[in-house]
């Protein structure tokens, strides 16, 4: 039955909160990422803050569908746009589009240069979801989280970019040999010329909380198991950078617009789970960047082997 016609989306209101805990429950069981959505005083708290706007499908009084916009701050330049969850009995109705529309109408009246979105790779209607608001691929984010289904592997993310305003990406001296995708992220964002009066900052990711870096070789110290990601800042200094880091094992998986509008360049190390079987990617520059990072993952592994090789040798005479 086509219940789209009878399905209403507004902004949240706080006696929503304990429908939206009950719905994500109805949808993931207890395998949601980020556990505040089960917790109804936090919905309320997050959204009386503003650092979420969530808006809400209702039919019948029940509420059947969420999503919201995730702001690192008040004064962010970009935010995510997040938690989007439809009840099963509402499926294939246009719900999810309805409310990323909203949000996405939202966003332009805050104001806001862009939107990010986060897409599950297993998961092909987040994807498809993304595909149709607009958004562009900008990167990957391997063995990212513990899987929203249930499964033992992490999950790998597809990031995504919605320019609401001018999202160039700084010029500084590309190299001749620059990635396929890099090309492509050029041409679908622009570029141009920008002068910083403070340099840009870039970040590591350290369990799940992000912390800005000055000094790489700190970063390089770290042992694999406490670092999700980095982000380097894209200035003069970015290929000097990523070379050394890719002696350490680094690989690079692609761009992100951060919350004050910036974009930095991606990097993981430690990467392994997906080396044997591939992601279910929908996006051609998704498709470039991991197949970028499989061939380097397989020289990495050749390089190994004969450095192991050669250890034996020695070893042998």
């Known amino acids: 039955m086509k219940l789209s016609s009878q399905i209403e989306v507004r902004r949240f209101q706080p006696d929503d909160a304990q429908g939206i805990s009950d719905l994500f429950m109805a949808v993931y069981g207890e395998h949601y990422t980020y556990a505040e959505i089960y917790l ?15 808006v809400v499908a209702i039919h019948n009084g029940n509420i059947v569908g969420h999503a919201l916009l995730r702001c690192d701050s008040p004064q962010a330049d970009v935010a995510e746009l997040a938690m989007v969850a439809v009840h099963p009995a509402a499926r294939n109705q246009g719900v999810a589009t309805r409310l ?50 249930g499964y033992a592997e992490p999950e790998s993310i597809v990031l995504g970019c919605l320019p609401l305003r001018s999202c160039a990406l700084p010029i500084y001296h590309w190299p001749d040999d620059q990635p396929i995708w890099l090309r492509m992220l050029r041409r679908q964002f622009g570029h141009q010329t920008r002068h910083l009066d403070v340099p840009m900052a870039s970040f590591v990711n350290l369990r799940g909380h992000c912390l800005t870096v000055d000094n ?16 380097l800042a894209l200035d003069d200094q970015l290929y000097h950078r990523v070379a050394r ?55 990495m592994n050749s390089s190994a082997s004969i450095a192991e090789g050669k250890q034996d040798d020695e070893r042998g005479k």
């Open 100 to 149: 990323g529309g909203y949000l996405c109408d939202y966003a332009r009246r805050l104001n806001l240069r862009g939107l990010l979105i986060k897409q599950v790779s297993s998961h092909p209607i987040s994807q498809r979801l993304a595909q149709i608001m607009g958004f562009y691929t900008t990167g990957l984010l391997l063995d990212y989280v513990s899987s929203p289904f």
């Open 245 to 299: 880091l890719r002696a350490c094992g680094y690989l690079n998986t692609g761009l992100m617009l951060t919350s004050d509008g910036n974009w930095h360049w991606l990097m993981q190390r430690n990467i392994s789970c997906h080396c044997h079987s591939r992601l279910t990617l929908s996006s051609p520059l998704a498709e470039n960047i991991y197949a970028d990072v499989l061939a380097d993952l397989a020289m």
């Open 40 to 54: 109804p005083s936090q919905i309320c708290g997050q959204n009386l803050s503003g650092h979420w706007h969530s």
């Open 216 to 231: 790489i070789d700190e970063v390089i110290a770290l042992p694999d198991r406490q670092i999700g990601w980095l982000g």
